[in-house]
């Protein structure tokens, strides 16, 4: 069993010693003694499971405040989902031109809550943009991952074609916004050696935008009380005079509690929805489990019947058998709830969460309703943007466009002798 001193622990949390110390003392973190020694150390599971506790430093936290946009800001989405980025623009102010999404279902899930949005259902690369150049402020889009074909030059944006990504360049191309967002999962930024990425952004600058460097948002620190992460490539139309800041972390960590009960995120307790089910034997197994833990916390023998080959494996694979406590965040929600090792079970029920807490722990408000199969219902809440992770990308969005704009008009409201020279 691996274990850490403070210091050793302070480090593989990225936070200092003496927060190390904090949470000991206010029993987040539970250390054991080294029988060498009597000094205090913590076991490798103990701190995957507090894990989320890692933060920023204080001195980057912003509590937000809600920027109105100054203008009618417009946006073009391309695979769009279920539409949880869509709603959190929607709440940061912009409207949506036209979305994309070939999931039939994904579809009729936008339909059903906004009638009114401009939806089509199909194959991006059947869709000519070019009736929205220059009318789309912003142009967003969570393209799937895919290798680039290498032959030792550094590829450019008719090198892309046949890839998802291609089809987000070709509508940027087209439509010329002022700000253009990739959004992917973290792996994208050691994909292929970080080639992948890096080919992205030589076509977005060719197009000609300057990328800012890609980050990761943790959407914990966004108002969602899930550890999931994004990485975001955000791309400004050069000579725009836009300035692009990603939005600053919030300093409250909502859980799982703050999800599914009355509370600061929702008005009420989540209500029953329908969900699946564990087969009986791995409930049996998993009612073992106690609310924050995982197959380590099993007797050793069903550790070895449900983890099979895995259990002489090296690695934590903290997310098998795991059930949520009340007071942290849910780990990453996967569009399958009941399958092996991806277990998100409940904290006090030997069930994994239903449609509905699924939703919440999305952000999605209680009134979206998701069109399809339960199977298919599950599979749009865990592919999607969280909603206020969505938000607070659009307020980046809006605040980066407003300033644009009031400079714009400041330019043009100057005298002609003041205005600068051409």
């Known amino acids: ?15 200092c010693a003496e927060t190390i110390r904090r949470w000991d003392k206010d029993g987040k973190l539970i250390a054991t003694r080294n029988p060498m020694n009597n000094y205090r150390v913590y076991e490798e599971e103990t701190l995957s499971k507090v894990s989320f506790l890692r933060h920023v430093d204080e001195s980057d936290t912003e509590e937000h405040q809600h920027i109105e ?3 009618n800001y417009k946006s073009i989405e391309l695979f769009a989902g279920a539409g949880g980025l869509a709603l959190g623009l929607e709440k940061a102010g912009l409207e949506h031109l036209l979305l994309n999404e070939i999931d039939k279902d994904a579809c009729n899930t936008i339909r059903k809550n906004r009638p009114e949005w401009d939806i089509i259902e199909g194959d991006v690369s059947n869709i000519h943009f070019g009736r929205f150049k220059g009318k789309a402020d912003v142009v967003t889009g969570g393209f799937p991952c895919q290798t680039f074909s290498y ?59 300057d990328v800012i460097k890609p980050q990761v948002l943790r959407a914990i620190h966004y108002n969602v009380p899930q550890k999931r992460e994004r990485l975001l490539i955000v791309g400004v139309k050069k000579g725009s005079g836009i300035t692009f800041e990603y939005p600053k972390p919030q300093p409250r960590i909502y859980t799982l509690k703050d999800a ?11 209500e029953v929805s329908k969900g699946q089910t564990y087969p009986p034997r791995k409930r049996e197994i998993l009612a073992q ?43 990453t929600l996967t569009c399958a709830p009941a399958q092996k090792q991806t277990e998100r079970c409940h904290p006090d029920e030997t069930r994994p969460f239903q449609m509905r807490e699924y939703a919440r722990i999305q952000t999605f408000p209680d009134d979206w309703e998701f069109a ?25 969005v809006v605040k980066a466009l ?3 704009s009031k400079f714009l008009s400041k330019q043009k409201n100057l005298s002609p002798l003041l205005k600068p020279h051409a």
């Not at 089809?167 to 970080?194: M, S, Y």
């Not at 019947?305 to 849910?330: C, H, N, Q, V």
Request: with cysteine.
């Open 260 to 270: 599914l009960k009355a509370g600061d995120l929702f008005p009420t307790d989540v």
């Open 402 to 404: 407003n300033s644009s």
């Open 151 to 209: 032959a030792g030059k550094k590829l450019g944006f008719e090198d892309t074609r046949g890839t998802m990504f291609y089809q987000f360049a070709r509508c940027v191309k087209e439509t010329q916004p002022k700000i253009c967002i990739g959004e992917n999962v973290r792996g994208l930024l050691n994909h292929d050696g970080g080639r992948t990425l890096q080919t992205m952004v030589n076509v977005l600058e060719e197009l000609g935008y």
């Open 1 to 15: 069993m691996l274990v850490y001193t403070v210091s050793e622990a302070a480090k593989k949390l990225g936070v």
């Open 289 to 331: 489990v106690p609310p924050g833990g995982y197959w380590r916390d099993l007797p050793v023998e069903l550790q070895k019947e449900y983890m099979l080959k895995s259990f002489y494996l090296g690695g934590g694979k903290t997310g098998m058998a795991r059930r949520i406590s009340w007071d942290e965040p849910s780990l």
């Open 372 to 396: 399809g199969s339960l199977s298919q219902q599950y599979k749009q809440i865990g592919n999607a943007v969280p909603v206020n992770l969505g938000y607070f990308i659009g307020q980046a």
């Open 69 to 71: 946009p100054i203008k």
